[in-house]
């Protein structure tokens, strides 16, 4: 295997808080858009699943998400986006409700697929569709929560999984990662993954931390982008901590 693992940081993306401001700008440019799309993309998940645990047939949810995303990309709807509202979690959730109180009988009253398709949910369903079903025993607003904090790990992998194949080692992170993400009845064993590894148990080890580190890094500047203020990050860290632990 090619190098060792270094300890390093996950760079500090764009905010998502400065790309939602930055598209509600009317000379706003297209790259500005096309980072808003992929905002939306990233952010669906939990929207669908609170508004499946309210009740929403599957094909509603999907028809509502869209709309909403829609109705988000509008320029005299992005200008009530505010960053001192502080967390895109809760401005979010607000702002879905918002919609659905002023805006569910015309979405309703289109025909699936007539409207403006802002992400590609069909991919994903499965997957969102399973962690609406883990969470029926929550609330509507626990299950927003618990969905948006397993939204959040599971990009803070992403973005470390995107650096380990830049470095080329996304063999040792496959190998690595069930030890750091848990969720295994049986913990993987340290020194059969380092003889498939071909290294001493004392650098797997050495591995092992340094991963930790880095994904406590990860996670945190993906934390970091959702929030307004860098201040608030740690708390938005220790919420995302209760939710998953609870």
């Not at 809760?90 to 309703?108: K, M, P």
């Not at 496959?174 to 993400?181: Q, Y």
Request: proline share 4%; net charge negative; glycine share 6%.
């Amino acid at each position: 295997m090619p190098g060792t693992l270094q300890e390093g940081g996950a760079s500090f993306q764009t905010t998502h808080w400065t790309v939602v401001l930055r598209a509600r700008e009317e000379d706003s440019a297209e790259s500005a858009r096309q980072a808003l799309s992929g905002f939306c993309e990233a952010y669906w998940p939990p929207l669908y699943s609170f508004l499946r645990h309210r009740g929403h047939p599957s094909a509603d949810a999907q028809d509502l998400v869209q709309g909403f995303f829609a109705h988000l990309l509008e320029q005299h709807t992005l200008t009530r986006a505010d960053r001192q509202k502080g967390r895109l979690r809760t401005f979010l959730l607000t702002s879905l409700q918002n919609f659905l109180f002023n805006e569910y009988d015309r979405v309703r009253a289109l025909k699936r697929g007539g409207g403006r398709q802002i992400v590609s949910i069909e991919e994903h369903l499965p997957e969102a569709e399973a962690a609406m079903l883990a969470t029926s025993h929550l609330s509507d607003a626990g299950c927003y929560d618990l969905v948006w904090a397993s939204n959040i790990v599971t990009r803070a992998w992403q973005r470390l999984q995107n650096e380990f194949v830049a470095e080329g080692k996304a063999e040792s992170l496959e190998e690595l990662r069930p030890f750091v993400a848990g969720g295994s009845i049986t913990p993987p064993n340290q020194e059969e993954a380092a003889a498939r590894l071909g290294v001493p148990i004392a650098t797997l080890r050495t591995w092992l931390s340094r991963l930790r580190q880095r994904f406590r890094e990860s996670l945190r500047a993906e934390v970091a982008s959702t929030v307004s203020d860098s201040a608030d990050v740690d708390g938005e860290l220790r919420h995302l901590y209760q939710i998953l632990t609870a």
